[in-house]
């Protein structure tokens, strides 16, 4: 059973949640409310409850002061945080605080509930880990004592989430034979060290996979499922199979992700271009504002995916639409241009003339010969 603490000031609201929800039911074992936060405080301390929810406006002690030093004595609890006031600055507070969801009321109790069980994932999640640590590995102060009684001076982390960032899947294979030397023969030969550094790869690639968005019903099981992992690692060989494997499903799933998201972005800067490509201060500047990156970066994404410069496809679009209006209005030239976003005649008709092959004086009575015919 998760517990779970509430601290409201409105009584009528407090008797609400506490008795429209089905605790038990819902895998909740209520330990306790109060009114206030300066009243709530030592009964926390007390009850030790896993998720506290608490409204943000009470009398003596609100809600940030109260998450504040729950946080300092129980660090582990979880807290959500009820509000009538839809203000940034309370929000940005509680995310400084560390809470865990910020509700805004009116709240169902229907909305409470999945609320209490994300946060319950979590904690089930976290137990997990702490029981699987305490299972598979022996204590911190026995693994330090292990470490003294080697060379092992340990391999930086950093290695292994910039290769997740920076690294190919044709690298899988080296990165890890590269690592497992750096580790030192003699060192990852041991089932223990071996089971640390899996551990500490399949943590990392997990939190990496949470960073790029990959919902968990994604992942496969074999590569989620912490409890498979003492299967893996029964040999050297098997240990590094299983972590080529992880990463190999790691970095192919950020390069798909990148790839969707990438899709869309051009997409997206395509229909903004043909929306207003006749704006004549049109920029690179100001389509990377719309998209919502950098110039630089837009500029290098759009080549690689489009194959033509930003100005390059931009031109093309106003070449296509000129070409359009030559030939079906009776407009002039020097219109033609305006409504493609050149202000300048000549620079259009230059322009025209090195993307088209002709001017566009010549174009139009070519178009108007074709017709005729």
């Known amino acids: 059973m ?4 509430l601290v409201e000031d409105e009584v009528i609201i407090r008797h609400g949640i506490r008795d ?35 409204d943000v406006k009470m009398p003596f002690m609100d809600g940030l002061e109260l998450s504040r030093l729950v946080k300092k004595s129980l660090p582990e609890t979880k807290i959500i945080i009820l509000s009538g006031y839809n203000e940034f600055d309370y929000a940005k507070e509680a995310i400084k605080i560390g809470i865990n969801d910020y509700l805004l009321k009116p709240i169902t109790s229907a909305q409470l509930v999945d609320a209490l069980k994300k946060v319950a994932d979590v904690i089930r999640e976290e137990r997990e880990k702490s029981k699987l640590l305490e299972r598979y590995f022996v204590s911190y102060e026995k693994y330090t004592e292990f470490l003294d009684k080697t060379d092992y001076s340990g391999v930086d982390r950093k290695l292994i989430e910039d290769f997740l960032k920076l690294g190919s899947v044709e690298e899988c294979d080296s990165f890890i034979e590269e690592y497992f030397s750096a580790v030192g023969e ?32 994604d992942i496969p099981e074999e590569k989620k499922d912490i409890k498979l992992l003492p299967k893996s690692i029964n040999t050297v060989e098997t240990t590094k199979q299983y972590l080529k494997e992880l990463f190999t499903f790691a970095l192919t799933t950020r390069d798909n992700t990148s790839n969707d ?77 305006e409504q493609v976003g050149y202000h300048d005649p000549h620079y259009f008709s230059a322009t025209f003339k090195r993307v ?18």
């Not at 429209?20 to 206030?36: C, K, R, S």
């Not at 296509?320 to 020097?334: F, G, N, V």
């Not at 178009?367 to 005729?372: P, R």
């Open 20 to 54: 429209t929800i089905n605790w038990e039911e819902n895998g909740f074992l209520f330990v306790g409310e109060a009114g206030d936060g300066e009243y709530a405080y030592p009964l926390i301390l007390k009850t030790e409850p896993d998720i506290l929810i608490t």
């Open 261 to 337: 998201r990438y899709s869309d972005l051009i997409e997206d800067a395509k229909k903004y271009i043909s929306e207003h490509f006749q704006e004549n201060d049109f920029s690179l500047n100001k389509i990377a504002f719309h998209i919502g990156i950098s110039a630089s970066y837009f500029s290098s994404i759009f080549k690689q995916k489009t194959g033509q410069s930003f100005v390059e496809y931009l031109t093309k679009t106003r070449m296509e639409k000129a070409c359009e209006l030559l030939k079906c209005t009776t407009l002039r030239t020097a219109e033609i241009g």
């Open 186 to 217: 003699h060192n990852y030969k041991s089932l223990l060290l071996r089971q640390y550094m899996t551990m500490d790869i399949f943590y990392c690639v997990q939190e990496f996979l949470k960073e790029i968005k990959i919902k968990t019903e």
């Open 2 to 5: 998760i517990k779970v603490f």
């Open 356 to 373: 088209i092959g002709q001017s566009p004086k010549d174009f139009k009575n070519d178009s108007g010969k074709t017709a005729g015919e």
